[in-house]
């Protein structure tokens, strides 16, 4: 099943003396349950693409399909609806909330979703999937980074979103917590068929994509798909 589709794609940004060409002539089909990462180097357009696909962004010209709908005919409150509701997101930074712990953190993606019967049980189960139920009642700063982005996973995947974008995930771990966490991704990806489209340069987690999407200079240059 088609789950985003991108046809003749572009986004440029104005510095004032020069036009940016952030994304020119993308065309891409994404469907339900692949397991994508997006390569190339810095400046690429990977964010700006990652972006755009979780509604972040628009684009300047060409046509964007989201579940069947054209982004373009939403109003902003919509748009809004879809990324709470069916789009999950993990972060570089983790950008979880400090006054919050792990468990709270979970628990106000289900709230935002407009999800509040059985959020406690719920986040908690998921905090047991992904390895760090026993750091519930942490704050972020009791955390590691990768007990942290475990956290950012489970408030992502928690609503059960259509999708999660995640951008350079593991560009902030070491070695081998990276890769535990990219296996975390997979695990989830092949048990419960989760959508992911993750951006990154590391050649290991490229090496570890079921498809990839390799960027240069705004342009796809190979989908191996």
Known sequence: MTLCHLADIGKSYSTGTLDVHALVDISLTIT??????????????????????????????????????????????EQDSIRARHIGFVFQSFHLIPTLTALENVMLSLTLAGRRTDRKTKSMEILHKAGIADCAHRRPKQLSAGQQQRVAIARALVKEP????????????????????????????ESINTTFVISSHDPKVISRGRRTVCMEDGRIAMDDQ
């Open 162 to 189: 259509e999708f999660i974008l995640a951008d350079e995930p593991t560009a902030n771990l070491d070695t081998k917590t990276g890769t535990e966490i990219i296996d975390l991704m997979l695990t989830f990806n």
């Open 32 to 77: 339900a349950g692949e397991f994508v990462v997006i390569s190339g180097s810095s400046g690429s357009g990977k964010t700006t693409l990652l972006n755009l696909l979780g509604l972040l962004d628009v684009p300047c010209t060409g046509t964007y399909r989201l579940s069947g709908q054209t982004t373009s005919r939403m109003s902003p409150l």
